[in-house]
Nanobody, 129 residues
Framework: HVQLVESGGGSVETGGSLRLSCVVSGYQFIPYCLAWFRQSPEKEREGIAAIDTDDPTVYADSVKGRFLISRDNAKKSVYLQMNKLKEEDSGMYYC???????????????????????WGQGTQVTVFS
């Protein structure tokens, strides 16, 4: 069965950095596109960054230039390096396969390509000043 296991969150001061990791299991082949999503009490879950297996990436405007998404297909993992963190980056972070691909989304962030019951437990990021 599909499992998404996120880790690496924590509490950090404004301007600090964190690196999130996610291991994806239960697929015969690692999904072509993987993405990170964020949910906070004030907002619905939103796409933050996505990456195709051959490296094309896309980012939400709010994190461009500060976050970097990467993947290691051999380890079935996707990562999110978060730098220059702001209070508004706080939230629960989840990874998921994309619906479609970065290239196919043509500059937009792909939607999640999983059913509601498949989301992992997420990893909490809290940024304080």
């Amino acid at each position: 069965h599909v499992q998404l296991v996120e880790s690496g969150g924590g509490s950090v001061e404004t301007g600090g950095s964190l690196r999130l990791s996610c291991v994806v299991s239960g697929y015969q082949f690692i999904p072509y596109c993987l993405a990170w999503f964020r949910q906070s009490p004030e907002k619905e879950r939103e796409g933050i960054a996505a990456i195709d297996t051959d490296d094309p990436t896309v980012y939400a405007d709010s994190v461009k230039g500060r976050f970097l998404i990467s993947r290691d297909n051999a380890k079935k993992s996707v990562y999110l390096q978060m730098n220059k963190l702001k209070e508004e980056d706080s939230g629960m972070y989840y990874c998921a396969p994309c619906l479609g691909s970065v290239v196919g989304a043509q500059g937009r962030l792909p939607s999640p390509g999983i059913n509601a019951g498949v989301w992992g437990q997420g990893t909490q990021v809290t940024v304080f000043s």
